[in-house]
């Protein structure tokens, strides 16, 4: 980002935090054990879309008990205007057939719901025994597309939010916490 030349400027941007680890790791813990209740000793594939769930991912992985196997994809939508084109682009796929899965993608934040809509889609049409989606946060307010999650660990307002994993042009990924970022 060009305006940050200094930590000075990183700082600046942080404009206050909106979960604190501590909150993090028990909703984590919560979660955990809800899909260890859900899937009761089967096996799961754990997907993550990058890159804003790499921390979320490492964390939900260690949360679980039940035998798990872990994916990762890369995917970019293209939309004509504000309305979905439903292209989702892959840029970097699953490496296995997913047809004898029980899949639960961890996913960092659904806001318009466009890119979730489009991914689950397209992995249902691949036949998974089952297919859940668990989201670190969800800004319901600002919905495009008709998307639920099957569960949100927390539910914020329309604000942009970075840190444990979401970006910034890149930056404040890094941050441990969730932090809203000043805009101006
Ligand atoms: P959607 O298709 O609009 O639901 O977009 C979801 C993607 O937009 C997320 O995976 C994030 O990469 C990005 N995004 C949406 N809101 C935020 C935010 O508040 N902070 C950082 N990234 C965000
Ligand atoms: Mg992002």
Redesign the pocket.
């Known amino acids: 980002m060009k305006d940050i030349k200094s930590v000075a400027d990183f700082e600046s941007k942080i404009k206050r935090v909106v979960i604190t680890e501590e909150e993090i790791r028990e909703a984590i813990k919560k979660a955990g054990k809800e899909i260890d209740k859900m899937y009761d000793g089967r096996p799961i594939l754990l997907v993550s879309?990058l890159k804003?769930?790499f921390v979320f991912m490492a964390d939900m992985a260690r949360a679980v008990s039940v035998p798990c196997e872990i994916g990762f994809m890369c995917a970019k939508?293209y939309y004509e205007g504000t309305v979905s084109s439903g292209i989702v682009k892959i840029t970097m796929d699953l490496d296995k057939d997913i047809s004898n899965y029980h899949v639960v993608i961890v996913?960092?934040?659904?806001?318009?719901?466009?890119?979730?809509n489009d991914i689950v889609k397209m992995l249902k049409a691949r036949n998974p025994i089952s297919l859940h989606v668990y989201t670190l946060l969800d800004?319901p307010d600002?919905r495009i597309v008709d998307f639920k999650p099957d569960y949100a660990l927390f539910t914020i307002p329309d604000?942009?939010?970075?840190g444990y994993g979401?970006?910034?042009a890149e930056f404040y990924r890094n941050l441990p916490y969730i932090a809203e970022?000043e805009e101006k």
Do not use: N, Q, W
């Open positions: 879309i804003g769930a939508s996913e960092d934040i659904i806001d318009t719901g466009r890119t979730l800004k600002r604000f942009f939010v970075i979401l970006d910034c970022y």
